[in-house]
Protein backbone atom coordinates (compact mmCIF):
# COMPACT_ATOMS: atom_id res chain seq x y z
CA UNK A 1 0.00 0.00 0.00
CA UNK A 2 0.66 3.33 -1.39
CA UNK A 3 1.11 6.60 1.11
CA UNK A 4 2.42 8.83 -1.44
CA UNK A 5 -0.14 11.43 -3.19
CA UNK A 6 -1.49 11.02 -6.40
CA UNK A 7 0.02 14.54 -7.44
CA UNK A 8 3.50 13.17 -6.30
CA UNK A 9 2.75 9.84 -7.95
CA UNK A 10 2.05 11.52 -11.47
CA UNK A 11 5.08 13.96 -10.88
CA UNK A 12 7.35 11.03 -10.39
CA UNK A 13 5.67 8.40 -12.99
CA UNK A 14 5.15 11.46 -15.63
CA UNK A 15 8.03 13.97 -15.44
CA UNK A 16 6.46 16.34 -17.81
CA UNK A 17 3.17 16.35 -15.94
CA UNK A 18 3.07 17.53 -12.42
CA UNK A 19 -0.68 17.79 -11.43
CA UNK A 20 -3.63 15.91 -12.39
CA UNK A 21 -6.95 15.68 -10.10
CA UNK A 22 -7.03 11.60 -10.39
CA UNK A 23 -10.50 11.81 -11.38
CA UNK A 24 -11.41 11.14 -14.66
CA UNK A 25 -14.34 10.42 -16.81
CA UNK A 26 -15.09 6.95 -19.00
CA UNK A 27 -17.40 6.98 -22.39
CA UNK A 28 -17.64 3.76 -23.39
CA UNK A 29 -18.88 3.16 -26.39
CA UNK A 30 -16.93 5.78 -27.36
CA UNK A 31 -18.92 8.47 -30.07
CA UNK A 32 -17.32 8.74 -33.60
CA UNK A 33 -17.32 12.47 -32.47
CA UNK A 34 -15.68 12.26 -28.89
CA UNK A 35 -15.81 16.15 -28.40
CA UNK A 36 -19.02 16.23 -26.23
CA UNK A 37 -17.40 13.60 -23.94
CA UNK A 38 -14.46 15.97 -23.56
CA UNK A 39 -16.35 19.12 -23.25
CA UNK A 40 -18.83 16.90 -20.37
CA UNK A 41 -15.43 15.93 -18.53
CA UNK A 42 -14.58 19.64 -18.64
CA UNK A 43 -17.98 20.27 -17.26
CA UNK A 44 -16.67 18.42 -14.17
CA UNK A 45 -13.54 19.26 -13.78
CA UNK A 46 -11.97 16.13 -14.79
CA UNK A 47 -8.74 16.18 -17.01
CA UNK A 48 -8.03 12.36 -17.05
CA UNK A 49 -10.56 10.75 -19.56
CA UNK A 50 -10.90 7.00 -20.67
CA UNK A 51 -12.00 6.16 -24.77
CA UNK A 52 -12.61 3.43 -27.06
CA UNK A 53 -12.06 5.38 -29.95
CA UNK A 54 -12.61 3.33 -33.78
CA UNK A 55 -9.34 5.63 -34.71
CA UNK A 56 -6.80 7.14 -32.04
CA UNK A 57 -5.73 9.90 -34.72
CA UNK A 58 -8.98 11.15 -36.27
CA UNK A 59 -9.27 14.93 -37.06
CA UNK A 60 -11.67 14.57 -33.97
CA UNK A 61 -9.10 12.70 -31.72
CA UNK A 62 -6.34 14.65 -32.59
CA UNK A 63 -8.19 17.37 -31.67
CA UNK A 64 -8.95 16.64 -28.24
CA UNK A 65 -5.78 15.58 -27.61
CA UNK A 66 -4.85 19.42 -27.78
CA UNK A 67 -7.51 20.33 -25.17
CA UNK A 68 -5.64 22.28 -22.33
CA UNK A 69 -7.80 21.21 -19.63
CA UNK A 70 -7.29 16.86 -20.46
CA UNK A 71 -4.25 15.74 -19.15
CA UNK A 72 -4.15 12.34 -19.18
CA UNK A 73 -5.50 10.27 -21.60
CA UNK A 74 -6.59 6.11 -21.15
CA UNK A 75 -7.11 5.35 -24.41
CA UNK A 76 -8.36 1.35 -25.55
CA UNK A 77 -7.04 0.41 -29.57
CA UNK A 78 -9.81 -0.52 -31.43
CA UNK A 79 -9.61 -4.44 -31.43
CA UNK A 80 -9.08 -6.93 -34.43
CA UNK A 81 -12.04 -9.08 -36.26
CA UNK A 82 -11.77 -11.47 -38.61
CA UNK A 83 -12.02 -8.65 -41.41
CA UNK A 84 -10.34 -5.52 -40.42
CA UNK A 85 -7.52 -5.02 -38.22
CA UNK A 86 -7.67 -0.71 -37.56
CA UNK A 87 -4.59 -1.13 -34.71
CA UNK A 88 -1.52 -3.46 -35.19
CA UNK A 89 0.57 -3.15 -32.11
CA UNK A 90 3.76 -3.91 -34.02
CA UNK A 91 3.82 -0.26 -36.03
CA UNK A 92 0.44 1.40 -35.21
CA UNK A 93 1.91 2.08 -31.60
CA UNK A 94 4.87 4.09 -33.17
CA UNK A 95 2.70 6.11 -35.66
CA UNK A 96 0.52 7.18 -33.30
CA UNK A 97 3.11 8.24 -30.64
CA UNK A 98 4.72 9.85 -33.36
CA UNK A 99 1.98 12.49 -33.45
CA UNK A 100 1.65 13.24 -29.95
CA UNK A 101 5.11 12.78 -28.21
CA UNK A 102 4.85 16.70 -28.03
CA UNK A 103 2.04 17.40 -26.50
CA UNK A 104 2.56 17.84 -23.00
CA UNK A 105 0.19 14.62 -21.61
CA UNK A 106 0.44 11.28 -21.00
CA UNK A 107 -1.10 8.80 -23.07
CA UNK A 108 -1.82 5.37 -21.57
CA UNK A 109 -2.98 2.26 -24.19
CA UNK A 110 -5.17 0.19 -22.12
CA UNK A 111 -6.89 -3.08 -22.54
CA UNK A 112 -11.05 -3.89 -21.84
CA UNK A 113 -11.55 -6.28 -18.56
CA UNK A 114 -8.99 -8.94 -19.60
CA UNK A 115 -10.14 -11.72 -16.67
CA UNK A 116 -13.26 -11.48 -19.23
CA UNK A 117 -11.09 -12.17 -22.08
CA UNK A 118 -9.21 -14.73 -20.61
CA UNK A 119 -12.20 -16.84 -19.53
CA UNK A 120 -14.18 -16.39 -22.35
CA UNK A 121 -17.31 -14.07 -22.26
CA UNK A 122 -19.33 -17.36 -23.09
CA UNK A 123 -18.14 -19.10 -20.63
CA UNK A 124 -21.21 -19.96 -18.34
CA UNK A 125 -19.78 -22.96 -16.82
CA UNK A 126 -16.66 -21.32 -14.53
CA UNK A 127 -14.57 -23.44 -15.90
CA UNK A 128 -11.12 -22.10 -16.36
CA UNK A 129 -9.08 -21.40 -19.16
CA UNK A 130 -6.66 -24.21 -20.84
CA UNK A 131 -3.27 -23.38 -19.86
CA UNK A 132 -2.39 -22.40 -23.32
CA UNK A 133 -4.54 -19.74 -23.88
CA UNK A 134 -2.98 -17.98 -20.30
CA UNK A 135 0.66 -18.60 -22.00
CA UNK A 136 -1.20 -16.77 -24.90
CA UNK A 137 -2.27 -13.82 -22.74
CA UNK A 138 0.87 -13.88 -20.88
CA UNK A 139 2.48 -13.23 -24.26
CA UNK A 140 0.28 -10.68 -25.22
CA UNK A 141 0.84 -8.27 -21.91
CA UNK A 142 4.90 -8.60 -22.12
CA UNK A 143 4.28 -8.41 -25.88
CA UNK A 144 2.46 -4.84 -25.64
CA UNK A 145 4.62 -3.57 -22.79
CA UNK A 146 7.87 -4.61 -24.77
CA UNK A 147 6.01 -2.46 -27.79
CA UNK A 148 5.40 0.53 -25.65
CA UNK A 149 8.71 0.53 -24.09
CA UNK A 150 10.59 0.72 -27.74
CA UNK A 151 8.52 3.36 -28.50
CA UNK A 152 9.24 5.56 -25.88
CA UNK A 153 12.88 4.54 -26.07
CA UNK A 154 12.98 5.90 -30.01
CA UNK A 155 11.89 9.19 -28.98
CA UNK A 156 13.91 10.50 -26.08
CA UNK A 157 13.31 14.06 -26.52
CA UNK A 158 9.31 13.70 -26.25
CA UNK A 159 7.08 16.13 -24.04
CA UNK A 160 4.22 13.38 -24.14
CA UNK A 161 4.07 10.19 -22.13
CA UNK A 162 3.25 6.63 -23.65
CA UNK A 163 2.55 3.80 -21.06
CA UNK A 164 0.53 0.62 -21.17
CA UNK A 165 -1.93 -0.53 -18.40
CA UNK A 166 -3.88 -4.07 -18.83
CA UNK A 167 -6.99 -4.15 -17.22
CA UNK A 168 -8.45 -6.55 -14.45
CA UNK A 169 -11.31 -7.50 -13.42
CA UNK A 170 -12.08 -10.87 -11.06
CA UNK A 171 -10.27 -10.26 -7.62
CA UNK A 172 -13.04 -11.35 -5.38
CA UNK A 173 -13.58 -15.13 -5.95
CA UNK A 174 -9.78 -15.81 -5.79
CA UNK A 175 -9.64 -13.49 -2.55
CA UNK A 176 -12.48 -15.85 -0.89
CA UNK A 177 -10.69 -19.20 -2.09
CA UNK A 178 -13.71 -19.84 -4.58
CA UNK A 179 -12.99 -23.11 -6.09
CA UNK A 180 -13.97 -23.97 -10.20
CA UNK A 181 -17.76 -25.15 -9.50
CA UNK A 182 -17.48 -28.95 -9.96
CA UNK A 183 -13.63 -28.88 -10.02
CA UNK A 184 -11.10 -30.49 -7.57
CA UNK A 185 -11.34 -28.87 -4.44
CA UNK A 186 -7.89 -27.25 -4.88
CA UNK A 187 -8.43 -26.06 -8.10
CA UNK A 188 -8.53 -22.08 -8.08
CA UNK A 189 -9.84 -19.33 -10.60
CA UNK A 190 -7.60 -18.78 -13.37
CA UNK A 191 -6.89 -14.64 -13.24
CA UNK A 192 -5.37 -12.58 -15.04
CA UNK A 193 -3.27 -11.15 -11.99
CA UNK A 194 -2.74 -14.86 -10.04
CA UNK A 195 -1.59 -16.90 -12.93
CA UNK A 196 -0.62 -14.12 -15.73
CA UNK A 197 0.41 -10.67 -15.06
CA UNK A 198 2.08 -12.07 -12.01
CA UNK A 199 4.15 -14.52 -14.51
CA UNK A 200 6.00 -10.68 -15.33
CA UNK A 201 6.38 -9.61 -12.12
CA UNK A 202 9.70 -8.47 -11.72
CA UNK A 203 10.61 -9.00 -15.56
CA UNK A 204 11.69 -6.19 -18.32
CA UNK A 205 8.07 -6.42 -19.24
CA UNK A 206 6.50 -5.83 -16.19
CA UNK A 207 3.65 -3.59 -17.24
CA UNK A 208 3.79 0.12 -16.51
CA UNK A 209 0.51 0.36 -15.08
CA UNK A 210 -2.38 -1.79 -14.10
CA UNK A 211 -6.15 -1.21 -14.36
CA UNK A 212 -9.06 -2.33 -12.49
CA UNK A 213 -12.25 -2.45 -13.39
CA UNK A 214 -14.03 -2.40 -10.08
CA UNK A 215 -17.73 -3.39 -10.64
CA UNK A 216 -17.27 -6.46 -8.50
CA UNK A 217 -16.18 -4.28 -5.27
CA UNK A 218 -17.90 -1.12 -6.05
CA UNK A 219 -21.09 -3.38 -5.70
CA UNK A 220 -20.08 -4.92 -2.58
CA UNK A 221 -20.33 -1.62 -0.65
CA UNK A 222 -18.52 -2.80 1.55
CA UNK A 223 -15.23 -0.34 3.27
CA UNK A 224 -12.39 -1.39 2.96
CA UNK A 225 -12.48 -4.22 0.49
CA UNK A 226 -11.31 -2.14 -2.83
CA UNK A 227 -7.69 -1.38 -0.56
CA UNK A 228 -7.82 -5.55 0.27
CA UNK A 229 -8.05 -6.34 -3.86
CA UNK A 230 -5.66 -3.12 -4.57
CA UNK A 231 -2.83 -4.68 -2.09
CA UNK A 232 -3.70 -8.15 -3.94
CA UNK A 233 -2.89 -6.83 -7.36
CA UNK A 234 0.25 -5.15 -5.49
CA UNK A 235 1.51 -8.08 -4.09
CA UNK A 236 0.97 -10.50 -7.07
CA UNK A 237 2.34 -8.25 -9.85
CA UNK A 238 4.77 -6.15 -8.56
CA UNK A 239 3.15 -3.13 -10.12
CA UNK A 240 2.08 -0.28 -7.91
CA UNK A 241 0.78 1.92 -9.74
CA UNK A 242 -3.13 1.02 -10.32
CA UNK A 243 -5.85 3.11 -10.85
CA UNK A 244 -9.35 2.34 -11.15
CA UNK A 245 -10.36 2.30 -15.22
CA UNK A 246 -14.32 1.95 -14.49
CA UNK A 247 -16.34 1.60 -11.84
CA UNK A 248 -19.86 3.25 -11.46
CA UNK A 249 -22.86 2.73 -8.68
CA UNK A 250 -26.61 3.98 -8.78
CA UNK A 251 -25.70 4.81 -5.02
CA UNK A 252 -23.94 8.73 -4.49
CA UNK A 253 -22.40 7.78 -1.13
CA UNK A 254 -20.76 4.71 -2.88
CA UNK A 255 -19.11 6.43 -5.32
CA UNK A 256 -17.87 8.69 -3.09
CA UNK A 257 -16.69 5.97 -1.06
CA UNK A 258 -15.01 3.95 -3.80
CA UNK A 259 -13.18 7.49 -4.99
CA UNK A 260 -12.06 8.73 -1.27
CA UNK A 261 -11.37 4.20 -0.73
CA UNK A 262 -8.93 4.68 -3.91
CA UNK A 263 -7.19 7.94 -3.36
CA UNK A 264 -6.22 6.92 0.36
CA UNK A 265 -5.04 3.77 -1.06
CA UNK A 266 -2.72 5.63 -3.69
CA UNK A 267 -4.36 4.90 -6.81
CA UNK A 268 -3.51 7.15 -9.62
CA UNK A 269 -7.07 7.80 -10.71
CA UNK A 270 -10.69 6.50 -10.80
CA UNK A 271 -12.64 7.10 -13.92
CA UNK A 272 -16.03 7.01 -13.42
CA UNK A 273 -18.29 5.21 -15.92
CA UNK A 274 -20.95 7.32 -17.26
CA UNK A 275 -20.65 9.33 -14.76
CA UNK A 276 -23.81 11.80 -15.31
CA UNK A 277 -25.94 8.15 -15.19
CA UNK A 278 -25.77 7.47 -12.01
CA UNK A 279 -24.97 10.74 -9.92
CA UNK A 280 -28.58 12.73 -10.51
CA UNK A 281 -32.57 11.76 -11.65
CA UNK A 282 -34.84 9.15 -12.49
CA UNK A 283 -32.83 6.17 -13.67
CA UNK A 284 -34.74 6.57 -17.36
CA UNK A 285 -34.14 10.25 -17.50
CA UNK A 286 -30.58 9.54 -16.85
CA UNK A 287 -30.34 7.20 -19.84
CA UNK A 288 -32.21 9.68 -21.85
CA UNK A 289 -30.03 12.87 -21.21
CA UNK A 290 -26.44 10.66 -21.72
CA UNK A 291 -27.63 9.08 -24.79
CA UNK A 292 -28.98 12.52 -26.07
CA UNK A 293 -25.76 14.12 -25.31
CA UNK A 294 -23.20 11.85 -26.47
CA UNK A 295 -24.94 10.01 -29.19
CA UNK A 296 -23.63 6.53 -30.49
CA UNK A 297 -22.34 5.99 -26.78
CA UNK A 298 -24.90 4.61 -25.27
CA UNK A 299 -25.17 0.32 -24.95
CA UNK A 300 -28.71 -0.95 -25.37
CA UNK A 301 -30.30 -2.97 -23.11
CA UNK A 302 -33.35 -3.71 -23.96
CA UNK A 303 -35.65 -1.56 -23.08
CA UNK A 304 -34.15 -0.72 -19.85
CA UNK A 305 -31.60 0.82 -18.11
CA UNK A 306 -28.83 -1.76 -16.48
CA UNK A 307 -28.93 -2.10 -12.28
CA UNK A 308 -25.97 -2.04 -10.53
CA UNK A 309 -27.03 -3.96 -6.97
CA UNK A 310 -25.83 -6.65 -5.15
CA UNK A 311 -24.07 -9.34 -7.39
CA UNK A 312 -24.91 -7.61 -10.55
CA UNK A 313 -21.32 -8.50 -11.63
CA UNK A 314 -20.60 -11.19 -10.42
CA UNK A 315 -20.08 -13.28 -13.34
CA UNK A 316 -23.38 -14.36 -13.94
CA UNK A 317 -23.66 -15.25 -10.28
CA UNK A 318 -21.26 -18.63 -10.97
CA UNK A 319 -18.84 -17.81 -8.47
CA UNK A 320 -21.37 -16.76 -5.45
Known amino acids: MKVISTALLLALLVPGIVHASG ?3 SVIPTPSDPRPAAKLAQAHGFDVIKLWPRDLLSPEMKEI ?22 FHWDTDAAKFFD ?7 TFILTEWEMDWQLRGLGNRTG ?33 ADLLYAPEVNLLLPRLRGVTVPGAAEDEQIVTMT ?13 PDLISYSA ?9 GLLSQVLDEIEDKTGVSNLFLGEFGSDDPAVIE ?16 WNYDDFMSGDLALRQQRYCALLPGSCLTFGTS ?8 FDFLNIFR
Open 23 to 25: VGL
Open 65 to 86: YRYPFLKVFILKPPVCTMADCP
Open 99 to 105: EVKDLHK
Open 127 to 159: ENPDPLRTLLFWSRVGGRERIVQQVRASAPGAS
Open 194 to 206: HNVLSLLKGSPYQ
Open 215 to 223: WEVTNKKTP
Open 257 to 272: QTRVEAEQWGALFTVF
Open 305 to 312: WPTFGEGA
